[in-house]
């Protein structure tokens, strides 16, 4: 899988937006980028996934620069509980091949 | 669904005991993962299965590590012996298996070896 970088850690206001960036500047054409994050003590979370286009859910939006190098994960209004350590991945989605090698991550501090 | 369960959620033990983690995946889901986190190496992935078949296991750190998936509702994580420097957040998750999925994940054990 290629390889990310992220920043070690961010601060963001309670209800501001909090848009943590990531780099993968060697990905492939047929990789995508997922976000998972990890709150204090627990499993890690699904988040958000997407291969060119951007994508938005009920937790974040994703934004996909146009030749992919790069990606940015958007909270639209942050709150205590979204502090937590988030993880950039890029992987290749394959049929029975849902693995998942996780980085440092982000570690991302909601402020009150 | 209750989700991924593992169990113990805590276990301590002394080295050199033989220790068995427990996982029961999502029912339907159709690939597990064993994940192990410390402080200084973060996130590893250890093993993965398929339809109940060993995928992956490069991430295995000794021969005292077994994983075993008899079934498609149960996976075992053993060690034996066990030593200190294996203590650490062992996790469990699943999915459905198509190569897009997301994971879910268990609540995890954190394992002590004194």
């Known amino acids: 899988d290629a390889k990310t970088t992220q920043p070690t850690s961010m601060d963001c206001a309670e209800g501001r937006a909090a848009n943590l960036p990531c780099n993968h500047s060697t990905i492939s054409g047929n990789e995508y980028v997922y976000w998972y994050r990890q709150i204090h003590s627990q499993g890690p979370q699904y988040i958000i996934h997407?291969?060119?286009n951007n994508e938005t859910n009920e937790m974040a939006s994703l934004i996909i620069t146009e030749d992919r190098k790069s990606s940015t994960l958007i909270l639209p209004h942050a709150t205590l509980r979204d502090t937590a350590v988030y993880y950039c991945i890029v992987r290749v989605a394959q049929l029975g091949d849902d693995k998942i090698i996780f980085g440092k991550g982000t570690r991302l501090h909601i402020l009150p | 669904d209750a989700g991924v369960i593992q169990s113990p959620r805590h276990e301590v033990t002394e080295m050199g005991q033989e220790v068995t983690l427990r996982c029961k995946p999502i029912?339907?889901?159709?690939?597990l993962f064993w994940y192990r986190q410390t402080m200084m190496r973060g996130l590893e992935l250890l093993i993965y299965f398929n339809n109940n078949v060993p995928i992956d296991d490069s991430g295995m750190p000794e021969d005292r590590f077994s994983a075993k998936m008899p079934n498609a509702s149960f996976s075992t994580l053993k060690i034996q012996p066990s030593e200190p420097r294996d203590s650490a957040v062992y996790f469990c998750?699943?999915?459905f298996g198509t190569g897009r999925d997301e994971q879910f994940f268990g609540p995890g054990t954190r394992l002590t070896v004194l």
């Open positions: 997407g291969l060119k």
């Open positions: 029912s339907g889901h159709n690939s």
């Open positions: 998750a699943s999915s």
